[in-house]
């Protein structure tokens, strides 16, 4: 059974189109992440919600609006993409009931390469 | 701010060598936690380790060992005998606590490409 899993695996859009990139864990966890992994492999944080709760916005554009209809689900959506944001988004979740919890593990799905043309 | 950094961007080994991966990180917490990750060339993230700073002991699973001191700020990684199926990337991460809501946050090392030849 897949853990964390995303939808599409691949994406290849025109720039200036939107486009959503779609979450689903199975672990039961309560907190759920955005990563974005650039051309040099570096990761970062882009978002973080805790049971549909907003926690980290990491000075990400406007154009990016995460969603979380539920505690398991967390969606990615791209408005006007840009050539700048052909990247890997990785999705991920850990247990995180509690504030404060450094010892959270983090579950990583497969990745969404996104390609703007 | 929390830092973490991998000086090796790339390493190559022939099979069977030992290699150590270094990773070095700053931080202002008292207590926080480690981790590394293993990026194979199919793409996913992997888990592989957690470490928290009051526990200094090394710590070994099969081939794979990690040394972790506090005084020089380091945790590294040793991978002995590899393999060629060890080829991927690495990252070395550090968790910062989130005070409101639950989770923490990762601040990921820039990674260490490692090759396994035959």
């Known amino acids: 059974d897949t853990a964390v899993s995303q939808t599409p695996k691949y994406l290849v859009t025109q720039m200036g189109n939107d486009k959503s990139i779609k979450c689903e864990q199975n672990?039961?966890?309560?907190?759920m992440y955005w990563y974005k992994q650039d051309s040099k492999k570096f990761l970062k944080i882009m978002f973080s919600?805790?049971?549909?709760?907003?926690?980290i916005n990491e000075t990400v554009p406007n154009r990016f609006s995460p969603k979380s209809p539920d505690k398991a689900h967390l969606n990615l959506h791209i408005n006007s993409l840009e050539l700048g944001d052909s990247a890997v988004y990785f999705c991920?979740?850990?247990?995180?009931?509690?504030?404060?919890?450094?010892?959270?593990?983090?579950?990583f799905g497969p990745g969404t390469r996104l390609t703007v043309l | 701010a929390q830092k973490v950094t991998q000086a090796q961007t790339e390493i190559s080994v022939v099979e069977k060598e030992d290699v150590t991966l270094d990773c070095v990180y700053e931080?202002?917490?008292?207590?926080?936690?480690l981790f590394w990750y293993k990026q194979p060339p199919s793409g996913e993230l992997v888990f592989l380790i957690r470490?928290?700073?009051?526990?200094?002991q090394n710590e070994i699973s099969g081939r794979y060992s990690w040394n972790f001191q506090k005084s020089t700020s380091s945790f590294n990684f040793t991978i002995t005998a590899s393999q060629v199926v060890d080829s991927a990337v690495y990252f070395c991460?550090?968790?910062?606590?989130?005070?409101?809501?639950?989770?923490?946050?990762?601040?990921f090392g820039t990674g260490t490409q490692l090759k396994v030849e035959l």
């Open positions: 991460a550090l968790s910062e606590a989130i005070l409101t809501g639950g989770g923490n946050k990762l601040t």
């Open positions: 919600y805790n049971n549909k709760e907003l926690i």
């Open positions: 470490r928290n700073s009051f526990d200094e």
């Open positions: 672990l039961g966890h309560d907190t």
């Open positions: 991920a979740s850990s247990q995180g009931p509690l504030a404060g919890d450094r010892t959270d593990t983090q579950y």
């Open positions: 931080t202002r917490d008292t207590t926080y936690y």
